[in-house]
């Protein structure tokens, strides 16, 4: 009971997210809201010239819901610009051309994407799709290690993600539990999910792994002092000393 009212992770399970006042300070108020009331996207919704984007889009077709997120980096904090749960109509599927539509249409407002990956084996139809369209896509399990979670908490513990207020997001991040220190998921209870996070975590480490947002992500305001081996250097040796994540990004794929 206090587990599903109060949101409260169990305790049998150790919970993801221990310090949420990190989260709750990545809400910009003043960042742009880009959803209209009934969920669809705003037509005002636009891409900055020049910025680049990634997607990763959390794909369901029968069970929870899909989610999608998009972000991108501006001095050295990740934006995420969009996130949004789509559930499919009782009894049906998710339209797999309607979440295709919806890159198809970030495209044309503004958004260069430079990354765009699936989560679901059940997505390569649309990875070819969007490959023969122009787009980098892949397929990316956030669910094969660590790698993109620990990504997105070492954003937040640095302050170095904003976003706007999304509450499906926040109420399945406060959700999430680590499973014998190897997978992070939400509890198994009736309604539990964990698409809208999935998404963001995909979207923010197709960010960081960016070659060039890499290096700025380590390097900060000194990277104009230091060379790209330098940075890369320190990287390794805060890993090796347990202090970032760059251990669990590198060469690993899909």
């Known amino acids: 009971f206090k587990r599903d009212v109060m949101a409260i992770p169990s305790l049998v399970l150790e919970p993801y997210f221990k310090q949420w006042a990190l989260i709750e300070g990545a809400i910009d108020p003043q960042q ?11 037509i005002d919704f636009r891409g900055k010239p020049g910025k680049l984007y990634y997607m990763h889009i959390d794909l ?11 972000c991108h980096m501006e001095n050295g ?3 995420i610009d969009l996130v949004m749960k789509i559930k499919a109509l009782q009894g049906r599927e998710i339209d797999l051309a309607e979440i295709k539509g919806i890159v198809y249409g970030l495209k044309k407002m503004g ?14 139809s649309s990875i070819q799709e969007l490959t023969k369209q122009g787009f980098n896509a892949e397929r990316l399990s956030v669910d094969k290690d660590l790698a993109a979670y620990e990504t997105l908490k070492e954003g937040f513990s640095t302050d170095k993600v904003k976003m706007y207020l999304y509450q499906p997001l926040l109420d399945e991040l406060r959700r999430l539990e680590l ?13 539990g999910s964990k698409d809208c996070a999935d998404a963001v975590a995909g979207a923010v480490y197709n960010c960081v792994t960016n070659q060039n947002n890499f290096q700025f992500w380590w390097g900060g305001d000194t990277l104009k002092h230091k060379t790209q081996e330098e940075i890369t250097r320190e990287a390794e040796t805060q890993s090796a000393e347990g202090l970032g994540v760059y251990g669990y990004m590198r060469g690993r794929r899909g």
Do not use: N, R
């Open 77 to 79: 904090v990740i934006i």
């Open 32 to 42: 742009f809201y880009p959803l209209t009331e009934d969920g669809k996207i705003k």
């Open 179 to 191: 499973k014998d220190g190897k997978k992070v998921d939400h509890p198994q209870t009736q309604g």
């Open 111 to 124: 958004f260069d994407i430079a990354k765009v990956t699936y989560d679901s084996f059940q997505s390569a």
């Open 60 to 70: 369901s077709l029968t069970t929870d819901a899909t989610g999608i997120a998009m």
